[in-house]
Structures are given as C-alpha cells and as structure tokens.
Nanobody, 131 residues
Framework: LDQLVESGGGSVQAGGSLRLSCSASKDSYSSSCMAWFRQAPGKERVGVASIYTSGGSTYYADSVKGRFSISRDNAKSTVYLQMNSLKPEDPALYYC????????????????????????WGQGAQVTVSS
C-alpha cells in the first residue's frame, strides 16, 4: 500500500525553525524520488525540495535555498524537511510526495508544474509563521 504519513507541522515565529517528517512504506520508498510541496491559501501547489532516496542528491526551489534542507533516513524510510529562518511568506500546507524518478532533478524548481509528476501525496502538514 502506497502511503505517506507526515508529522511535525505547527506554528513558529518568523525567524524560527520547524522540521517536518514523512514516513513511507518501504516498498514505495526504496530507490525513489521523494519531494515536498506546499500550498498557500488561494494559491496552487508548488515544489519546495526533492531528494533521491538512494544517492541522496537534493534539489530546491529558489525561494527556499539556503534556508530549507531535505534529508532522508533510509533505515526508517523517512524523509525530512528542516525549515530554518522561516519567513511570513512560508506559511502553507506542506505535502510530502513520491514523484516520478526521472523528474527528481527539476520538479522542486518547476513551480506548479512539479505537481504533474507526483505519483501519490501525503495528507499535508500545516505550517504557520507569525511575525
């Protein structure tokens, strides 16, 4: 069963940090590409970051480079999104996703187009940033 379970959302002040976790079934996680997307109210879902679960190469949207970090723990079939220096423009529902392997290098940087290569989604985790 393909399933992604997210945790770690919450509320933080601007400049603070949060870490999101995404646990996947072993079969769906192995040798795949996992990614994070976000959707702010009234806006479309956009890519944030992606990672090859085997080699660990990572890719980021320009808006989060230098502040967010995607990582994985293969023993736990879990992907993380460490979010630092959170800004007032970062609040959104953050979704974990498994995406098409061949799209891993560009999906996070492709804005709304990255969503087209998602194979399945997590349930979403709310991130709120107060100023």
């Amino acid at each position: 069963l393909d399933q992604l379970v997210e945790s770690g959302g919450g509320s933080v002040q601007a400049g603070g940090s949060l870490r999101l976790s995404c646990s996947a079934s072993k079969d769906s996680y192995s040798s795949s590409c996992m990614a994070w997307f976000r959707q702010a109210p009234g806006k479309e879902r956009v890519g944030v970051a992606s990672i090859y679960t085997s080699g660990g190469s990572t890719y980021y949207a320009d808006s989060v480079k230098g502040r967010f970090s995607i990582s994985r723990d293969n023993a736990k079939s879990t992907v993380y999104l460490q979010m630092n220096s959170l800004k007032p423009e970062d609040p959104a529902l953050y979704y974990c996703a498994k995406i098409t392997f061949s799209a891993c290098k560009w999906a996070a940087e492709a804005g709304t187009q990255g969503a087209a290569v998602v194979e399945f989604w997590g349930q979403g985790a709310q991130v709120t940033v107060s100023s």
